[in-house]
């Protein structure tokens, strides 16, 4: 179960960096059957000791009080993850919640809180998810607030 979720977490944020700005969630749906599907953590993080390897960025995760231990543990996990494969120099935060609200089928739920419509210094136009703005622009551009949303 705990890789699962990392798994899925791993999918739907690296899905979130390349959203538009009128798609603000992806959505991850289960089949009820097993299909004993197992994903290894990267090479890069599973050998971080040997490669002298540190955390090239910076996670909070924001949890509500009726949010699981049990998904606290893999929520957490995916983001140690995230820390060795996402480079930014600015501060992710991630507000979490514990909802019975989404569909019978789906999972979870994960998306940017906001988007920036240009990145001016790069001379760049389209839409950027606040933490990939936040990256390029070397500032916190939604004063502290969460960059990511997620439900589980």
């Known amino acids: 179960m705990k890789r699962l979720v990392v798994i899925l977490f791993s999918l739907m944020f690296m899905h979130t960096l390349a959203q538009s700005k009128y798609s603000s969630f992806c959505e991850i749906e289960g089949k009820p059957v097993n299909a004993y599907t197992k994903v290894p953590a990267p090479s890069i993080f599973t050998n971080r000791i040997?490669?002298?390897k540190t955390a090239t960025s910076s996670w909070t995760v924001d949890y509500p009080s009726n949010f699981p231990d049990s998904a606290r543990t893999a929520l957490n996990y995916a983001v140690l993850l995230w820390s060795y494969l996402i480079n930014s120099n600015q501060s992710i935060t991630i507000d979490?919640?514990?909802?019975?609200?989404l569909s019978s089928?789906?999972?979870a739920a994960c998306g940017p809180t906001s988007f920036e419509d240009s990145v001016d210094n790069l001379n760049l136009s389209g839409y950027y998810a606040i933490a990939l703005a936040e990256k390029i622009k070397n500032a916190d551009l939604n004063n502290g607030q969460p960059e990511l949303m997620s439900s589980l």
């Open 105 to 107: 089928t789906t999972l």
């Open 96 to 101: 979490a919640r514990w909802v019975d609200t």
């Open 50 to 52: 040997a490669f002298s």
